[in-house]
Structures are given as C-alpha cells and as structure tokens.
C-alpha cells in the first residue's frame, strides 16, 4: 500500500467494514451472488455482490505464523510487515508447517500512516473481485487494535525484485517479462471492465506479484477507488501514489481517471524493457526519471537498442521489442484520452507475443545510463517510500 505523496482520502474512513462469513471461504460459483465477467481480453473473473471471506482470529493468526517470529518475516512495505504462516487448506485453520499450505500474513505496523481506511479498501475490493491475475484475499482479521490482512502466497514474490535486485535472482528472460506484462494487462483490464469500474490507482512492479510459474497477479488494493459515475470522466480525489508511477493529470489536479492506470501500466511496461527503476536519484539528473530519459528512443529518435535491458544480451525479437516499445509510448501520452484502453493493451501484447520468431539474437550498440548497486530487499519489500 504505497503513500509517497499524499494520505488516503477521506471518503474512504466512511466504508464500514465487511460483514464476511465466518470459517473457511465458500467461493461462489457464477451464479452464487457474483457476475461472471470474461470480455476485453480480460479473461475470467467474477464480482461478488459482497466479500466472502474468512474471519481469523488474532491468536489464529500468532499460531500460524509462529507468534510473528522475526524469522517469519517475508517482507515489509508502507502497511507493515508480511509474515509468513501456515493453514489447513481446506478449513484454513492453523497448521503445522509440515502439514499445512503457506500464506501470507500482512500486520499493521502501529507507527504507519497507513491503517483502517487502507485495510477497509483491501477487504472491499480485493474481496469481491476474483481473477486469474489478482492475488486472492483468503480472510483478514481486526481484534485488539490489531488489522491484518490474509493472502495467498506468491512464491516468485514482486516484479520489482526480479528486475531489480542484482546477484540473488537471474534476469528475467523476453518471454518471461512479456508473459508478465500479459498477465498484470489482463488484471488492470478486467478491473476496468466490471459493471462499476475500478481504478486501481497504484500500479507499480513491487505490485505485481509472481507465483512458481510466473503468473503476474495485483496486489495491494488500499488505495484501490471506484472509478467515475453518471456519465462523468474522472473522479477527484486527494493525490497519492507512488513517484515515476502516477500520471501526470492525477499528479497535477487530483483528476483520476481510468485511463491514469493506464499511465502506471506504460510506465511498468518501460521498467520491463529497460530493467531500470521508474523513479531513481542515484542516476544522472536527466536521467532520473525514467519516462523523461526513455522518450526520444519510445518516439524513434533513437536507438532501440540503447533502450533494451542490457542483461538480455539482446536475446528477443527485435520487431517485438519494437512493437511493445511502441505501446508503451501509447500508454504515457500525456492527455489520458490518448492512451489506449487497458482491453486494447491486451490485444496488442497477445499480437506482440504472437510476433515471437527465432531472430532474437540481434545485438545492438549500448548506451544505456549507469545502473546503482540495488538495495536487498526480500520478495514482499515495498519500495514505495519517499526519495531521501
């Protein structure tokens, strides 16, 4: 749940928190209180008319993970630290490690900006929405001041890792990354196209969650909003997000519009192609921001090439590359009526991924900008706190 500059507003404290049913989560068929959605190259998924979800206990939960034992720690981002824990599969009580299915815990860090509003809009969104490429929300639980959130675990953890934490993971293959980038497209595009639509508002790589085969899925829906009504464009709401992500007419008048994650979706989109940050102070000053730098090479100024991931070692198809390069620039038009919808996205991407042949072994001259040594980070770091 990024905050880099702003709170979440105010509307939010207004929701009252889910009535779930308690034990374990019957997830409905079709016509069991949702609406089966499979349009705009969305894929499959499924809006229910309220959460359905497990009600844990806080001593549940100490058991679980173990009484929330440092070496538990799977990571921590701007809500707090996500615990590592075990549950029967199919009841979801606690479990033995030897015996259960692994989850992830998240518990609010009582010092964080962040807290009720945030886990409210978790348990909302991410507890009526079901598809492929969102992270399922298995319960949650809100006792003694405490609020915690319960996931399914995703072995790969974040894009934001794989592309940018050096020497512990291997680079990221073309296929891989364009895979990824279909799947976190179909995601945004399914929110987009639900009867009253989502706007996601916080798409980021540390977002984009990876299980064992490389499946992209969403997570991290506590700055998630409805998006606009009764016939209007956008709606208008306190700025926040995470910097190099948000699109400039958000950042600049509080104007979200659907079309805004579109921006955040291009903007991941360059991070896959380059393997750099979107937003990096240890870069030279015209290269800080990673959309300023890249344009002259998305616009065909310059040299292909000099845009690619250098670990590639040129290893994809060239009219590919160029193909989705091209996209990107499409998604970070500055007037959000000139991006391209996210169902639209999809369709380009599959044609992309259809374009594959083996002439991927082109290579081209290098000038890409110097790369820091990255900070470690485990799998569930969240990056998005404010540049020091």
Same mark, same amino acid.
């Given at each position: 749940?990024?905050?880099?500059?702003?709170?979440?507003?105010?509307?939010?404290?207004?929701? &009252?928190?889910?009535?779930?049913?308690?034990?374990?989560?019957?997830?409905?068929?079709?016509?069991?209180?949702?609406?089966?959605?499979?349009?705009?190259?969305?894929?499959?998924?499924?809006?229910?008319?309220?959460?359905?979800?497990?009600?844990?206990?806080?001593?549940?939960?100490?058991?679980?993970?173990?009484?929330?034992?440092?070496?538990?720690?799977?990571?921590?981002?701007?809500?707090?630290?996500?615990?590592?824990?075990?549950?029967?599969?199919?009841?979801?009580?606690?479990?033995?490690?030897?015996?259960?299915?692994?989850?992830?815990?998240?518990?609010?860090?009582?010092?964080?900006?962040?807290?009720? =509003?945030?886990?409210?809009?978790?348990?909302?969104?991410?507890?009526?929405?079901?598809?492929?490429?969102?992270?399922?929300?298995?319960?949650?639980?809100?006792?003694?001041?405490?609020?915690?959130?319960?996931?399914?675990?995703?072995?790969?953890?974040?894009?934001?890792?794989?592309?940018?934490?050096?020497?512990?993971?291997?680079?990221?293959?073309?296929?891989?990354?364009? &895979?990824?980038?279909?799947?976190?497209?179909?995601?945004?595009?399914?929110?987009?196209?639900?009867? &009253?639509?989502?706007?996601?508002?916080?798409?980021?790589?540390?977002?984009?969650?990876?299980?064992?085969?490389?499946?992209?899925?969403?997570?991290?829906?506590?700055?998630?909003?409805?998006?606009?009504?009764?016939?209007?464009?956008?709606?208008?709401?306190?700025?926040?997000?995470?910097?190099?992500?948000?699109?400039?007419?958000?950042?600049?008048?509080?104007?979200?519009?659907?079309?805004?994650?579109?921006?955040?979706?291009?903007?991941?989109?360059?991070?896959?192609?380059?393997?750099?940050?979107?937003?990096?102070?240890?870069?030279?000053?015209?290269?800080?921001?990673?959309?300023?730098?890249?344009?002259?090479?998305?616009?065909?100024?310059?040299?292909?090439?000099?845009?690619?991931? =250098?670990?590639?070692?040129?290893?994809?198809?060239?009219?590919?590359?160029?193909?989705?390069?091209?996209?990107?620039?499409?998604?970070?038009?500055?007037?959000?009526?000139?991006?391209?919808?996210?169902?639209?996205?999809?369709?380009?991407?599959?044609?992309?991924?259809?374009?594959?042949?083996?002439?991927?072994?082109?290579?081209?001259?290098?000038?890409?900008?110097?790369?820091?040594?990255?900070?470690?980070?485990?799998?569930?770091?969240?990056?998005?706190?404010?540049?020091?």
């Amino acid at each position: 749940m990024g905050n880099c500059f702003g709170s979440a507003d105010a509307a939010a404290a207004a929701t &009252k928190p889910p009535s779930p049913t308690k034990g374990p989560p019957a997830w409905p068929k079709p016509t069991d209180g949702g609406r089966t959605q499979e349009k705009g190259g969305a894929g499959p998924g499924r809006v229910l008319e309220a959460p359905r979800l497990r009600e844990f206990t806080l001593a549940e939960l100490r058991a679980a993970t173990k009484g929330f034992k440092p070496e538990m720690v799977l990571g921590e981002g701007g809500f707090g630290r996500v615990y590592k824990g075990w549950v029967d599969e199919r009841t979801l009580n606690p479990a033995k490690s030897s015996a259960g299915v692994i989850v992830a815990v998240k518990k609010l860090n009582p010092e964080s900006v962040q807290g009720l =509003q945030e886990w409210q809009s978790e348990v909302n969104f991410l507890g009526r929405l079901s598809h492929p490429n969102l992270v399922r929300l298995l319960g949650y639980c809100g006792e003694d001041r405490e609020l915690l959130l319960v996931y399914e675990f995703m072995s790969k953890g974040s894009l934001e890792n794989h592309l940018f934490r050096r020497g512990s993971t291997e680079p990221l293959a073309w296929n891989t990354r364009l &895979k990824i980038a279909i799947g976190a497209a179909r995601g945004l595009a399914f929110l987009h196209s639900s009867e &009253k639509q989502v706007i996601y508002r916080d798409f980021k790589a540390s977002n984009i969650l990876l299980d064992s085969d490389f499946t992209a899925k969403l997570s991290d829906f506590g700055l998630a909003k409805n998006g606009p009504s009764a016939g209007r464009s956008h709606v208008t709401t306190r700025v926040i997000g995470t910097y190099g992500y948000a699109a400039p007419e958000y950042v600049a008048t509080g104007h979200l519009y659907v079309k805004s994650d579109v921006y955040g979706f291009g903007v991941v989109l360059l991070e896959l192609l380059t393997g750099l940050r979107a937003h990096d102070l240890n870069r030279p000053g015209h290269q800080q921001n990673l959309v300023d730098w890249a344009r002259p090479y998305l616009s065909g100024r310059g040299k292909l090439t000099s845009l690619m991931d =250098q670990r590639l070692g040129g290893q994809y198809p060239p009219k590919a590359a160029l193909q989705a390069a091209k996209l990107a620039n499409k998604c970070l038009a500055g007037d959000p009526r000139s991006r391209p919808s996210m169902a639209d996205v999809v369709t380009a991407l599959e044609g992309v991924e259809a374009m594959q042949a083996p002439d991927a072994g082109a290579k081209g001259h290098r000038d890409l900008p110097p790369r820091p040594v990255a900070r470690r980070s485990s799998p569930y770091h969240d990056s998005s706190r404010p540049p020091r």
